[in-house]
């Protein structure tokens, strides 16, 4: 049966999308068989959201080759893949939406990349040249799952507050729910922000527990302690939320405060964590900014109730 020139335009976009599913999949068992990160965490790697795009925009190019699409009709209908891969990543990867929010400007970019980029292959009907850039892909795609991927940061903040540092060091080590409404946007649209935090005594060893607004508690031990100066803990435990908390782990952190001498107390938070999804060029962007406004929050709440005195 004879296949009309327009119904190409479905059949590449259901072929590229059916190929990033398979591909993702195979993709996530090669790495979570070869990696050994500690953690029941499932790693996300380069390749799943460049090579793998890539890929998918070349395959609809292939079938669009037939058709007589402008490069306008190129660039609407990969958005069309696009909208399709973010369905299938909730549906069968569970990914959330504030999640896929964060992936879309990196999945949209690499789909537009490689679909004009197989509509300049096809064109030129250079079949050796075609195989190689393929090929190349695949290779890169290989390599990468198979390959060793660890990264880890640290993100530091700071702030002046007026008063002690004794009388800021209770509200370091635990505080009551924070009251003021959160201003990072992606806290305003849905995502988890810290909003009190407990500890089961005040001494070195203790435990502790930072709470977020969706009820999800962060267990940590007190490693350093002490007063008016450094307050250190260790993550023992972070719950896997689908919207961030299966790709990144907090590993440590701490606050540690320099009396200026005029009545002022330099407040810094550092934060270390560890990256389960890549590019990190990419996603660390992300990360960093998440991190900062979640000691932003907890250090502006510290600072409004020690100058509260």
């Known amino acids: 049966m004879k ?15 059916l190929f990033g599913l398979i591909a993702l999949a195979i993709s996530k068992l090669i790495v979570d068989h070869y990696e050994d990160h500690g953690s029941d965490t499932s790693m996300f790697v380069f390749s799943d959201f460049v090579i793998i795009p890539v890929l998918m925009g070349i395959i609809a190019a292939w079938f669009w080759r ?88 640290m993100v530091s903040d700071t702030i002046i507050i007026h008063a002690t540092p004794a009388q800021i060091w209770n509200h370091v ?45 962060f267990d940590e031990k007190m490693t350093v302690y002490k007063p008016g100066e450094d307050l250190t803990f260790v993550i023992t435990y972070q719950p896997r939320d689908p919207e961030i908390m299966g790709h990144i782990d907090l590993l440590k952190g701490q606050f540690l405060l320099k009396d200026n001498g005029d009545g002022t107390t330099t407040l810094t938070g550092n934060s270390w964590y560890r990256l389960y999804v890549f590019p990190t060029w990419y996603y660390n962007i992300w990360a960093e900014s998440l991190v900062r406004n979640v000691h932003l929050r907890v250090m502006d709440n510290i600072k409004r109730l020690s100058e509260k005195g």
Not at 3 to 17: D, R
Not at 72 to 98: A, M, Q
Not at 199 to 209: F, L, P
């Open 3 to 17: 296949i009309k020139p327009s119904n190409y335009i479905g059949i590449g976009i259901a072929a590229a999308n």
């Open 66 to 153: 037939k058709t007589s699409l402008t490069g306008t009709g190129y660039f609407g209908y990969t958005f069309l893949i696009f909208i399709v891969s973010v369905i299938l990543s909730y549906l069968f990867f569970g990914e959330g939406s504030i999640c896929l929010i964060m992936v879309s400007p990196l999945l949209i970019a690499f789909l537009v990349l490689g679909a004009f980029l197989g509509k300049l292959m096809f064109r030129k009907k250079n079949n050796t040249l075609n195989v190689s850039i393929v090929s190349l892909l695949l290779l890169v795609f290989a390599t990468d799952t198979i390959s060793e991927h660890s990264y880890q940061n």
């Open 173 to 217: 080590v635990a505080f009551d729910s924070i009251t003021e409404p959160p201003h990072y946007w992606l806290f305003k649209i849905g995502m988890p922000c810290p909003t009190a935090s407990t500890v089961d005594g005040y001494y070195e060893g203790a435990g502790r527990k930072c709470i977020f607004s969706n009820g999800y508690a």
